[in-house]
């Protein structure tokens, strides 16, 4: 059973930074695709991010994130990152982590998923 715990949530001005992390375990999790997913109070939740395993390996954005966003992962650690700079008030949600084997997809039909952290971005 794979199990992904993220961090790096809180409270942020409308401007600023902060930083996710979601560390994986259990078999085969440095392998998965891992993604970044949200939602927003009301919504649907929607894809953010996803990254391959591999080094030099695929990266998807959603288009309300590409340039601000960067999602990255250390595969020593088993560990993706989600980089979120000159954050807007409709980032605010809460942001869940993902990882599935199989190739990157904007789909949220990962098998596994974290329990969420939230994000809040004050105008």
């Known amino acids: 059973q794979v199990q992904l715990v993220e961090s790096g949530g809180g409270l942020v001005q409308a401007g600023g930074s902060l930083r996710l992390s979601c560390a994986a375990s259990?078999?085969?999790?440095?392998?998965?695709?891992m993604g970044w997913f949200r939602q927003a109070p009301g919504k649907e939740r929607e894809f953010v991010a996803a990254?391959?395993?591999?080094?030099?390996?695929?990266?998807s954005y959603a288009d309300s994130v590409k340039g601000r966003f960067t999602i990255s992962r250390d595969n020593a650690k088993n560990t993706v990152y989600l980089q979120m700079n000159n954050l807007k008030p409709e980032d605010t949600a809460v942001y869940y982590c993902?990882?599935?084997?199989?190739?990157?997809?904007?789909?949220?039909?990962?098998?596994?998923w974290g329990q969420g952290t939230q994000v809040t971005v004050s105008s």
């Open positions: 990254k391959s395993w591999r080094t030099i390996g695929s990266t």
């Open positions: 259990g078999p085969s999790s440095s392998t998965m695709v």
């Open positions: 993902a990882a599935d084997r199989g190739p990157i997809r904007t789909r949220d039909d990962y098998r596994y």
